[in-house]
Nanobody, 122 residues
Framework: EVQLQASGGGLVQAGGSLRLSCAAS????????ISWFRQVPGKEREGVSC????????GYADSVKGRFTISSDNVKSTVYLQMNSLKPEDTAVYYC???????????????WGKGTLVTVSS
């Protein structure tokens, strides 16, 4: 079966950094975009970033541009999200997902992984 295993969340002070990982299995990595979404209570799931498993093209939400960097290791079928200059408003459960397009504005994806909690303290 398809598995998307997210990890790397934790507690960090504002201005600090974390790196999230999403290890994909059971799918052909180069056929998909892998994306990161986040969600806080009372709000809809928000697209953060995505990367193409074929050509490595990327997309970012305006709120994280210049602070977050998405990358991939196609040999390991793993996507990373390097989060720098973290702000309290980045606090959320972060999920990775796979689909045929980036579609950060559309939270309907073919596959979802479990969430990893990121908490940024002020």
């Amino acid at each position: 079966e398809v598995q998307l295993q997210a990890s790397g969340g934790g507690l960090v002070q504002a201005g600090g950094s974390l790196r999230l990982s999403c290890a994909a299995s059971g799918l052909t990595f180069e056929d998909y975009y892998i994306s990161w979404f986040r969600q806080v209570p009372g709000k809809e799931r928000e697209g953060v970033s995505c990367i193409s498993g074929s050509d490595g093209s990327t997309g970012y939400a305006d709120s994280v541009k210049g602070r977050f960097t998405i990358s991939s290791d196609n040999v390991k079928s793993t996507v990373y999200l390097q989060m720098n200059s973290l702000k309290p408003e980045d606090t959320a459960v972060y999920y990775c997902a796979a689909d045929w397009r980036c579609g950060l504005e559309y939270p309907n994806k073919s596959y979802w992984g479990k969430g990893t909690l990121v908490t940024v303290s002020s």
